[in-house]
C-alpha cells in the first residue's frame, strides 16, 4: 500500500505546484487490458535474458509455458490438446513474478525519457513515469513532449521469435531517437 500511496501523492503534488504555479503539466494514465493474458511468451524470455536469468532457469520457464498443454472437455464436446500461445499463468506463484520483470522493461526503455517528465519547482525531482501493478502513469511538463512518450511507450518493442522460437530480436519502430 505504500508504494500506491507515495504514487497517487507523488502525481497530487505535481497537480497541485502546476496548478499553482500556473506551469503546463500533462498526464496519460494508462491501464493495460488484460495484462497478464496479453504478455507474449517470447517476451517473457527476452526479459529473462535482458536481467540476466540463468539460462537453465530460462530453460524451465521456457518448457513450462511453451510445452503445458490443455484441452476443454463439456458434455456435449470436447476439444484436442492446445499449447498456450499468449499469457502468464493465473494463480501460478511465478507469473507474479515474471509479469514484473516484462513491465520492468518497458520502464527501463522509457527511462531515457525522463528528461521530459515533469520538473517540480519546489524540489530536485524530474519523473516522467509511475508505475503500480499494470497502471503507468505519464507526466510530461508540456504538451509537445507527450506523443513522443505515448509512442514510445506504445511501440518501442517489437518481439520476433527464430524459427526455433526461442531468440528474440528486438525492434524499434517509428520512435525518435533521444
Given at each position: 500500500?505504500?508504494?500506491?500511496?507515495?504514487?497517487?501523492?507523488?502525481?497530487?503534488?505535481?497537480?497541485?505546484?502546476?496548478?499553482?504555479?500556473?506551469?503546463?503539466?500533462?498526464?496519460?494514465?494508462?491501464?493495460?487490458?488484460?495484462?497478464y493474458g496479453s504478455v507474449r511468451h517470447n517476451l517473457i524470455q527476452f526479459a529473462m535474458?535482458?536481467?540476466?536469468?540463468?539460462?537453465?532457469?530460462?530453460q524451465l520457464v521456457f518448457d513450462y509455458y511453451n510445452k503445458l498443454m490443455a484441452t476443454?472437455?463439456?458434455?456435449?464436446?470436447?476439444?484436442?490438446?492446445?499449447?498456450?500461445?499468449?499469457?502468464?499463468?493465473?494463480?501460478?506463484?511465478?507469473?507474479?513474478?515474471?509479469?514484473?520483470?516484462?513491465?520492468?522493461?518497458?520502464?527501463?526503455?522509457?527511462?531515457?525519457?525522463?528528461?521530459?517528465?515533469?520538473?517540480?519547482?519546489?524540489?530536485?525531482?524530474?519523473?516522467?513515469?509511475?508505475?503500480?501493478?499494470?497502471?503507468?502513469?505519464?507526466?510530461?511538463?508540456?504538451?509537445?513532449?507527450?506523443?513522443?512518450?505515448?509512442?514510445?511507450?506504445?511501440?518501442?518493442?517489437?518481439?520476433?521469435?527464430?524459427?526455433?522460437?526461442?531468440?528474440?530480436?528486438?525492434?524499434?519502430?517509428?520512435?525518435?531517437?533521444?
Open positions: 500500500m505504500a508504494g500506491c500511496v507515495e504514487h497517487s501523492f507523488t502525481l497530487f503534488e505535481a497537480l497541485r505546484e502546476a496548478k499553482a504555479e500556473q506551469r503546463q503539466i500533462v498526464v496519460a494514465w494508462i491501464d493495460l487490458a488484460n495484462a535474458n535482458w536481467y540476466h536469468v540463468p539460462k537453465h532457469v530460462q476443454v472437455e463439456t458434455k456435449e464436446w470436447s476439444t484436442g490438446f492446445f499449447l498456450f500461445d499468449i499469457g502468464l499463468f493465473q494463480g501460478c506463484v511465478l507469473s507474479t513474478i515474471l509479469f514484473d520483470c516484462v513491465f520492468q522493461l518497458l520502464l527501463d526503455f522509457l527511462n531515457p525519457l525522463e528528461v521530459f517528465g515533469y520538473k517540480f519547482k519546489t524540489a530536485e525531482s524530474q519523473r516522467l513515469t509511475r508505475a503500480h501493478a499494470d497502471d503507468l502513469a505519464l507526466t510530461v511538463r508540456d504538451t509537445p513532449q507527450a506523443p513522443t512518450s505515448l509512442r514510445l511507450h506504445g511501440q518501442i518493442l517489437v518481439l520476433d521469435q527464430d524459427h526455433e522460437g526461442q531468440t528474440p530480436q528486438v525492434h524499434h519502430r517509428g520512435v525518435p531517437p533521444v
